[in-house]
Structures are given as structure tokens and as C-alpha cells.
């Protein structure tokens, strides 16, 4: 019923028009039905006129059936296309907490399993429409025939129905379960993808993850589907059963009722016809169903809800951009108070706690981040970016208040190279439109211009090794112009030489150009260049102190090394960095 409003709503206009054409077809054809009878029973003299009618009976059956279920198809595809479209901005207008929370596998299978099963259901329904109507035509001109056997006929069915009503419901339960186990199934294919190097080189492990990720979730997936295919195959049968059935009790009762032999003959002859599209109908069912719950599924991922074109509430207006005529000192690029983080646990264990954190950032700082791992850096940097929601606490940009409607306002005030960096072959600069000659000197800067070259504002290619991707995503922040530039990491790929260049030479130069610049970094060789450096362990930011020099060398994994366990509880008050 679901997939019928979601069509209706979508293609008001057009839908009735070849719902009528597919009707004027099925009457056609019954009427074809209707004049053989007429002709086998006598009532009716096979002359040129009959065979004229039966003639262009024939024509409107051809020529409305395939108008309608062209045009019904034509519209199941638009709405594919669509579902296709809008599920994927729906995706991007979602907030990464939640997409996190639903996770990559299960997404996956969404994005490829649901919608193709809403589309098979709807390419279906065309034909359902066409069978539907067929059945309503038949069943009327059946009453016409003969009301006690139609009556007969008619409680045979109902109660047919009624009983098979539990293997239905049966049937979509089980559905329900095959599309949790997808989920399941998708989370190992997506390990056989992304895992393909440790896999291959580990015989063991190849064996331990193909039993337990992909053959426990496929077997689980083929027990219950075949589970669901009996009962399909349970309606099909019954549907047979219960017409051959009816006809033998119409010819026992027509004889009873006293009916005239031809007259039982035709009902006969119209129901034979009828048990193709009823056939036709339980056999969709399980095609209907998945699509059914595949359309549940979608809704059940409680994505954004859909609204066209990509406008930012709060608009684009840059953060450091000072009104005109503007005397008062500037507020700071950041100012957090007692902001507050907490990622879920699982199965009962406690989550970890960023936070409270008091941070005050000036416009044209650099800002080095450090500490251990596990310690927090990486959510402080999601949350300064406006990925992620702080749970507690106030977060200020350029002296206004980050509330939820101003977030989208945030998140278009930075550029950004996160961790894992992903690298769009296309360049969009500010307001679309790409600063050639920045794009082009940047890229020779990242000594890059050797192996790639940039047209029609994309990179040539993108498969690079991880250092050179970073360059790439580099590239992609800087020409965004964007006032406010946070690097998770992003030397740590790099060789030493270039490593020293992008701390000397190039973090400084982006600095010059404006840019405040918060990077998390391990290279404490070159924490000497930042303006200032905080260190962020188990969730607490701290003001970093270098080492003392008989704690051994910098770069010692011991003073800053952590579990990463994650915190139960929230650490004594923040302190203001
Ligand atoms: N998506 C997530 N869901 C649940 N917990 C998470 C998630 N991401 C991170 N965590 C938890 O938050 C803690 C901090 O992670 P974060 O990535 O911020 O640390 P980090 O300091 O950047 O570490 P690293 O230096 O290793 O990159 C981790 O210990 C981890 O337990």
C-alpha cells in the first residue's frame, strides 16, 4: 500500500490516465472472453459483424494494454530514479553522528539492495494494476453470468484468502529477518574489500573471516529465505488448488442448482481465464513484500528528511570577514565554554568522554593539537568542524553561538583534511567558481605537477599513494578559501624532506594568507612553529609543556603514550586554555 501512495502522491496526473487505459485493455479482453462464450453457447451468430467486434476487441486489448503498461512503467522507473536521488541527499543532509550510528554496512545495503527491491516492486506494479483490473472486470461479468455461482465462487475465495492470510504475515516476517541479515552481509563484504591485503596474506585469517563474516551470514540468509519461499510456494499451490477445487463444486452445485449446462460451462471458461493473473498476482507477492520492507528499511534509517537544492541556513558569510566600519576588537575565532562529547560504548561498556573543554581561539592562530592516541584529538577536531553535535557547553564562531539551525553556517567556514583523507577528482572553489592559478601554483608546491594536472577543475586521476592523496585533499581545502583550515595528521604520511616543508614553508605561508589554522600533529620536531600547542589526552585538554630534558628524547612514545581506554567519567572541570 505503501509503494501505491508513494506512486500516487508522485504522478498524480499521469497514473489514472493509463490506470483507465489498462482498464478500457482488461475489458477488452473480457469482452473477448465474453463473445467466445456467446459463440460456443449459440447465443450469439458468427457472422461479420461478431468477428469484427472480436477484431477490434483484440486491438484495444493490444494497443491500451501496452499504452498503460508503457506509460505505468515508464513511471516506475522515474520513481527509481528518484528514490535513487533523493536517498543519497537525504545521506548528505544527515548528521554524521546518526550516519555513524547506522553504520557503512548497513548503508551500503540500502543504498543497493532497498532501492533495487523498491524498484522491482514498482516495475511490478503495472502489471498488478493490469491484473487487478482484469480480476474486477471478470468477477462483475461472472456476477452477470450466474449470481449464485458467482456468490458460491465468491465465499470460496474469501475464505481461500483468510486462510492463507498467516503465511503471508509468516512470509514478511521472514523478509524482515533476510534484510537484517543483509546488513550483516554487507558488513563482510565490505571487510573482503577493504581487508584484501591482511586477508591475502594470512591463510588463517582468510579462514577464520570467511566462516564467521561471510558463510554464518549466507547460510542464515539462505535458511530463512527458503524458509519465506515455502510459504510462496505453499500460496501458489493453494491458489491452484482452491480454483481447480471451486470449478468441480461449481459443476456439482450448478447441477444441483439446476443451471443450465453451457451457463455452468462459461462461468467455467471465465474463471480458467481468471487464475492466470490471480497466479500472476501471488506470485508477485514475494517481489511486493521486499519492496515493501525494503521501503520500511529505508524510512527505519530515520535519514534527514528530503529538501531540494543545497542552500546553508545561515548563509555563506565568512567568519572573518569584519563589518564595515568596524571598531570594537574582534571576538575569537572560536570560543568554547565547557563543551562537552560523548561517543557511545558498546555492549554495556562505558563510551569515551571528551570535555569539558574551555578553548579560545584568535582569528590567525595556529594551533597544534597533541597527545596520545585514543586521547580525543581527532572528535575535538569533528567538533570544532561542526560534524559532530557537543553534547554539552557552548561553542561560539566569530562571537555567535553555535545553535543546530546555525550549524550548516559553521561547517561552510572550514576547510578541512580529515582522517582518513577522501579525494574528490572535482575542485570547487568558493561560490563554484576555482581560482586557476592558486590551484595550479599549489599544486606544483606539493611538488605534485609532475604526476597529475588539473582540467576543467578536476584532478586527472586520484589513485595515488596515501601521502600523494593528501596532498590532493590539500589542495582541494586551500582552494576552498575558506578562513579556518583543520589537518588531522596530515604530515604523518609524508617523507621527511617534504614534512619539513610543509611545516616551514607552507603552513606559514597559509597563515600569511589568513587562514586560522588547527592541526593535530605528532611532529614535535616542528612544535616550535605553531603559535601555540594543547595537548589532548583521554578527552582532556591540557597545555603542552616540552619535555624535561631527562625524560628522554621528544619524540619518546612514553610520556605521551595512552590506551586509549575509554573514559567512564566526565574528568573535574575544564580549565581555560
Ligand atoms: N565513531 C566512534 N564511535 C565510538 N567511539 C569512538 C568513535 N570514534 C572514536 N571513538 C572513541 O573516542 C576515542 C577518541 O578517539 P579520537 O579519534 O578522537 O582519538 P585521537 O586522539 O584522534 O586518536 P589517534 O591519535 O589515534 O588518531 C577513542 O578512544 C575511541 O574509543
Known sequence: MKLLSTLMRRFGARLPLALCLGAVGAVAGL??????????????????????????????????????????????????????????????????????????????????????????????????????????GGFAYLAWLSWQLFLMSAVVLGLAVACAQGWVFAMRRLMMEVRATDDRLFAGYR?????????????????????????????????????????????????????????????????????????VAGFVLVLLFLRMPLNDLVGTLPILMAGGVALAKVESLNLAPYRAGFDVPGGLILVTAAPAGATAVPPPLFDLSGVTYDHPGQDGEAGFHLGPVDLSVPVGETLFIVGGNGGGKSTLLALLAGLRRPVGGHLRLGGVEVTDDLRGWHREQISAVLSPAYVFEHLVGPDGRLDQDLAQDFLRRLRMDHKVTIAEDRFSDTRFSQGQRKRLALLSAVVERRPIL?????????????????????????????????AVSHDDRFFHLADRVLRCDAGVLTPWQVPPADAGPAHSLGPTFNDGAPRASAPPGGRQQ
Request: charge should be neutral.
Open 486 to 518: 583543520l589537518l588531522d595528521e596530515w604530515a604523518a604520511d609524508q617523507d621527511p624532506a617534504f614534512r619539513r616543508y610543509f611545516y616551514e614553508e607552507l603552513l606559514p605561508e597559509l597563515k600569511r594568507g589568513g587562514r586560522t589554522i588547527i
Open 191 to 263: 571487510g573482503a574489500i577493504e581487508g584484501r591485503a591482511e586477508l591475502a596474506l594470512n591463510a588463517a585469517r582468510r579462514a577464520v573471516f570467511h566462516r564467521l563474516d561471510v558463510e554464518a551470514a549466507a547460510e542464515h540468509a539462505r535458511a530463512t529465505e527458503t524458509h519465506a519461499d515455502r510459504y510462496w510456494v505453499l500460496s501458489l499451490s493453494w491458489t491452484s488448488l482452491v480454483i481447480l477445487g471451486l470449478i468441480v463444486g461449481l459443476f456439482i452445485v450448478g447441477t444441483h442448482l439446476g443451471l443450465a449446462r453451457e451457463q
Open 31 to 136: 469482452a473477448v472472453i465474453a463473445l467466445v462464450n456467446r459463440l460456443i453457447a449459440g447465443t450469439l451468430a458468427a457472422n461479420a459483424a461478431t468477428f469484427a467486434g472480436l477484431g477490434l476487441a483484440l486491438v484495444l486489448v493490444f494497443g491500451c494494454g501496452f499504452a498503460s503498461q508503457s506509460v505505468l512503467t515508464a513511471l516506475g522507473h522515474r520513481v527509481v530514479r528518484d528514490m535513487r536521488t533523493t536517498t543519497v541527499k537525504r545521506l548528505l543532509d544527515t548528521d554524521i553522528d546518526r550516519l555513524e550510528g547506522i553504520g557503512a554496512p548497513a548503508l551500503y545495503a540500502t543504498l543497493t539492495k532497498d532501492i533495487t527491491a523498491v524498484g522491482q516492486a514498482f516495475n511490478r506494479l503495472p502489471f498488478i494494476f493490469y491484473n487487478g483490473i482484469l480480476l474486477g
